[in-house]
């Protein structure tokens, strides 16, 4: 991925003076972390940041660069006026490109699963991300699951299932379930299996039916 850098400035606008400020096309954020004293209300041009976040994730890494250094974060949270459509405020977690850190990263699903596609079966998921422990510039944007290995009803992906890069170490129990293919119906799984298998349905004979013929059967006999 491209290198996205923020250009910010610092600013001393707070309470109800921010409204006017945004009207001006400006986007007040915050940024603290360890290595910050105190945290750092800063102000971004807003059209030009939400074009450059549209293209990362919360677990990219982003330069914000105030007063000419550029400073490595990552977006903590986003506030945004869902009616308006447009960012209210940032928050940016600093971080040190030589120390690791632990953050969530989100699971894509991509691909075509036979059990869907051969066996109506239905994608039930689990875990939306997975906790990791890694250096900053080794964080995956997303964490692309091919739901191709899901072949028949019953198969599914765990996170032990994962395979990441050796300098990410995952930290989410490796049973939690990411994503499983189950069927939709009984009648609908056994109907799939038997078409595939090229034989006949198997027949299924409630209980309560089996004993009333073995019972007309002793009567006859009788």
């Known amino acids: 991925m491209e290198k996205v850098v923020l250009k910010a400035s610092k600013r001393d ?17 915050v ?22 976040l549209a293209k990362v994730s919360s677990s990219s890494l982003v330069m914000i660069d105030l007063d000419g250094q550029e400073i490595p974060a990552l977006i903590r949270e986003k506030q ?9 405020h940032i928050d940016f977690l600093v971080v040190s490109l030589t120390e690791k850190l ?7 699903l991509t691909g075509v699963s036979l059990a869907v596609k051969d066996f109506n079966a239905v994608l039930v998921t689990g875990l939306d991300q997975v906790e990791v422990e ?13 739901i191709a290995a899901l ?3 019953g198969d599914s992906v765990h996170v032990g299932d994962l395979v990441l890069s050796e300098k990410v170490k995952v930290l989410s129990a490796p049973t939690e379930m990411i994503v499983i ?7 609908e799984a056994v109907e799939a299996v038997a078409a595939v298998a090229g034989v006949e349905e198997p027949e299924v004979i409630e209980k309560g039916k089996k004993e009333e013929e073995g019972e007309e059967e002793g009567a006859k006999k009788k």
């Open 31 to 52: 940024m603290y972390g360890r290595h910050t004293e105190n945290p750092i209300a800063i102000t971004l041009n807003t059209r030009d940041t939400t074009r450059a």
């Open 181 to 187: 293919a189950t069927a939709a119906k009984v009648e």
């Open 134 to 146: 890694c250096l900053p510039m080794d964080l995956p944007e997303k964490i692309v699951v091919d």
């Open 80 to 88: 945004r006026d869902f009616i308006k459509n447009r960012l209210l």
């Open 102 to 108: 632990t953050a969530y990263v989100g699971i894509e």
């Open 13 to 29: 606008v707070i309470g109800k003076q921010v409204k006017a400020m945004r009207r001006e096309g400006l986007l007040p954020a």
């Open 151 to 153: 072949a028949k009803v």
